[in-house]
């Protein structure tokens, strides 16, 4: 009977076991790596050593399947949700179910709501702040400053706009992530595009955009809106935090089945425990220069759920006071 149990047991993807009274009568490879390789035949107590585990045991009727949160089970940093059942007379099936990819989710989505209400609170009391004194101290203020504080007003609430359409364009490629693009697109048209668009900010900061583009480039399956876009993000990327006065490479060329686009620029680099998380919602490696600069902190988020979406792959390559490349491998049509 233990065997039978032993070998039904095994077929579960899940940590668990089975009780009797308050004694472990058999259990599982996956609650043995979880809980330890000596539970079997150990009291509860002992075998799972969680307060609020054990608790919820405790409260276990014939006819009541429990469930609990558990976090810091057998000294796992994971989160998990036990689920107990009555099997037997005074028989129980416990199994322990791994919620943390569903809990890091959730943390994810907490912390967005958190950074975006940040990101638009700052500019939004700067208005408030600006356009009070406007309207209350209007007749006193010569005509310099009132042009001044006008001008501040116009600036953040530019923005509260881009932060907004960037979290409209997020929430768009997030919904559409699972349907890959068929088109074919010509990469090199875009490229100019985007080069164009971006010509103003590179003459403020008297940087050259340098253009090698492969002319036998083939076409990609791609977006054509989501592809522009991407470059715009990259390129203007690199032009903020490159050094003024140094070149923004664009460069693309075919890779066997891929299409391989690089921006590079020659800045003060990411350092390594950064790169990692650049792609991350309003992550910001220097949070005063970023905002001083006007970015969103969602550029490189944008272009890593646009990545996924054509089913490419995204490498940052960067030195510290050296500069920053952004690989982006797109699929030929």
Do not use: C
């Amino acid at each position: 009977m233990v065997a039978d149990t032993s070998t039904l047991l095994e077929g579960l993807s899940e940590a668990a076991l089975i009780a009797r009274g308050r004694r472990v009568i058999a259990s599982n490879s996956a609650a043995k790596a979880l809980l330890g390789h000596g539970i079997d035949g150990e009291g509860l107590e002992r075998a799972i050593s969680h307060p609020a585990a054990i608790e919820a045991l405790d409260r276990i009727g014939s006819d009541d399947m429990e469930e609990v949160e558990l976090a810091g089970l057998g000294n796992s940093r994971r989160h998990w949700v036990m689920r107990s059942a009555p099997i037997a007379e005074r028989t129980y099936l416990i199994r322990f179910v791994d919620r943390s990819e569903a809990r890091a989710a959730e943390q994810m989505r907490v912390d967005f709501v958190a950074n975006a209400s940040h990101e638009l609170r700052t500019p939004l009391s700067t208005l408030i702040g600006y356009t009070e004194t406007l309207r209350e101290q209007g007749e006193e203020i010569d005509g310099e400053t009132r042009e001044r504080f006008l001008s501040v007003v116009h600036d953040e609430a530019r923005r509260m706009q881009r932060i907004v359409e960037d979290l409209i364009s997020l929430s768009r490629i997030e919904a559409e992530k699972f349907t890959a693009p068929t088109e074919a697109v010509d990469l090199a048209p875009l490229v100019d595009q985007a080069l164009g668009g971006a010509q103003r900010i590179a003459d403020e900061r008297r940087s050259t955009l340098v253009r090698e583009v492969d002319p036998d480039l083939p076409p990609i399956a791609a977006d054509r809106g989501q592809i522009l876009q991407l470059l715009d993000n990259l390129i203007t990327n690199a032009l903020r935090y490159g050094e003024p006065g140094t070149p923004v490479t664009v460069s693309a060329h075919g890779e066997g089945s891929m299409v391989h686009l690089a921006v590079a620029d020659q800045g003060e680099g990411i350092a390594p425990e950064h790169v990692k998380r650049v792609t991350e919602r309003f992550y910001r490696v220097d949070t005063s220069r970023s905002r001083s600069l006007g970015g969103t902190g969602l550029g490189l988020s944008i272009v890593k759920h646009i990545v996924e979406r054509h089913r490419g792959r995204l490498v940052i390559d960067s030195e510290l006071e050296r500069g920053t490349i952004v690989h982006v491998l797109l699929p030929v049509s």
